[in-house]
C-alpha cells in the first residue's frame, strides 16, 4: 500500500515525481476507501444484530459482543488513518522534501503511533501479543529519534511498528469476515427453512401417489432446485411410494407443482444470497492479500535491490486491482 512512495524515495536526487506515484495514489485510496467501506459496514451490522429481539444472548452479553465490536471498528480507524499519514510522508519524501522540512508531519506520525490503542489489541486479538511488541518497540525507537530532531531516522524506525499494524489488521480479518457474512446468513437462512419444510411436505404427499411421468418430472426439478443450493447435506431425493399409493389426479398434480414452484422460488433466493456470501469472502481474501503486498513491499525496499522493488510494488498494485474488482462482484451480487 504504501511501497511506492518508499520507492520513490530510494531515487537519491531526484526532485521530479515519477510517474508511478500517480498509479500508486490511485491504487491507496482506492484500497482505503474500500477498507473504510468494510469497517464501516460491519460496524453497522454489529450495531443491527445486538439490537434484534429474537437474539437468544442475555441484553448484558450482546452490549458485551457489540463494545468488542465497537472497540475494533475504533481501532481499524486509527490503523487506516496512521498508514495513510505514513503514507503521505514518505510520498513527500520521494518527491525531494526533506524530512527537516517535514518534521510537523513526521512529530504528527510519532504521536499518532504513541497513542495508537495497543491495549485494545489484545482485547480484540486473543493471540496479539507480537504485534504488541513489533508496535511498542517501534514507537520507543520513533519518539527518541523526534527528541533528537532527527527526523529521517524517526521515519526509517515507524517502518517496522507500521508493518506490525499491517499484521495486527490482516489478524482481525477473519472476524471482520465473520460479521459481514453472518448478517448474509441470517439474511438467507429463512429460505433455507422454506425449502426444507415444503420440500418435506411435497415428498411426503407424493409417496401416497403411483409412479407417474408427472411425479418423476416434479421430483426431478426438486431435486435441481435442492441441490443448486449447493449444500452438502442435500442428497437427490428417490421415488418410493407407499404401498397403498393411489394415481394421482390432476389436482393432486396441481397442488405438487405449486408446492415445487415455492420451492425453486425459495432455492433461487437462497443461491442469489450465498453468491453474496462468496463475494463478500473475496472482498476479505483479497484485503488480506492487499496487506500482505505491502509488507512484502517494505521488505522488498529494505533489500535495496532494484528489481525486487519492482515486483513487490507492481504485485501491490495488482492485488488493489484485484480488491477493486472483488469490491463489483459484490455490488453486482446484492
Do not use: H, W
Amino acid at each position: 500500500m504504501l511501497a511506492l512512495g518508499l520507492l520513490g524515495m530510494s531515487l537519491s536526487g531526484c526532485v521530479s515525481v515519477p510517474a508511478s506515484f500517480n498509479t500508486y495514489r490511485e491504487n491507496f485510496a482506492s484500497v482505503k476507501s474500500n477498507a473504510l467501506d468494510l469497517y464501516l459496514r460491519s460496524s453497522n451490522i454489529a450495531d443491527d444484530i445486538a439490537n434484534r429481539p429474537d437474539q437468544e444472548s442475555s441484553i448484558t452479553d450482546r452490549i458485551k459482543v457489540l463494545e468488542t465490536r465497537k472497540t475494533a471498528l475504533n481501532l481499524r480507524l486509527e490503523a487506516i488513518a496512521l498508514i495513510d499519514r505514513y503514507n503521505s510522508v514518505l510520498i513527500k519524501l520521494g518527491e525531494g522534501s526533506s524530512a527537516d522540512a517535514l518534521k510537523t508531519e513526521i512529530s504528527g506520525l510519532q504521536q499518532g503511533l504513541s497513542s495508537f490503542n495497543l491495549a485494545s489489541v489484545s482485547k480484540m486479538l486473543e493471540k496479539g501479543g507480537p504485534y504488541l511488541n513489533v508496535v511498542a518497540q517501534g514507537v520507543s525507537l520513533i519518539e527518541d529519534a523526534v527528541k533528537k530532531r532527527k527526523f529521517k531516522n524517526a521515519v526509517d524506525a515507524a517502518q517496522k511498528p507500521m508493518i506490525g499494524i499491517l499484521d495486527i489488521l490482516s489478524a482481525d480479518a477473519d472476524d471482520l469476515e465473520d460479521v459481514l457474512v453472518q448478517e448474509l446468513k441470517l439474511q438467507q437462512d429463512p429460505y433455507r427453512v422454506q425449502v426444507d419444510s415444503l420440500g418435506g411436505r411435497f415428498y411426503t404427499r407424493m409417496k401416497t401417489f403411483k409412479p407417474t411421468s408427472d411425479m418423476e418430472s416434479l421430483l426431478s426439478r426438486l431435486n435441481t432446485a435442492r441441490q443448486g443450493m449447493g449444500r452438502n447435506n442435500y442428497k437427490p431425493l428417490t421415488y418410493q411410494p407407499a404401498e397403498v399409493a393411489v394415481e394421482p389426479k390432476p389436482a393432486d398434480v396441481d397442488a405438487l407443482t405449486a408446492l415445487v414452484g415455492q420451492v425453486e422460488i425459495s432455492a433461487v433466493a437462497y443461491s442469489k444470497i450465498q453468491m453474496q456470501i462468496n463475494a463478500q469472502r473475496e472482498v476479505i481474501q483479497d484485503y488480506k492479500n492487499a496487506l500482505d503486498a505491502t509488507k512484502k513491499c517494505f521488505v522488498a525496499i529494505a533489500g535495496d535491490v532494484e528489481a525486487t522493488r519492482v515486483v513487490a510494488t507492481a504485485d501491490f498494485v495488482r492485488q488493489a486491482t484485484e480488491m477493486r474488482k472483488a469490491v463489483l462482484r459484490l455490488q453486482e451480487a446484492r
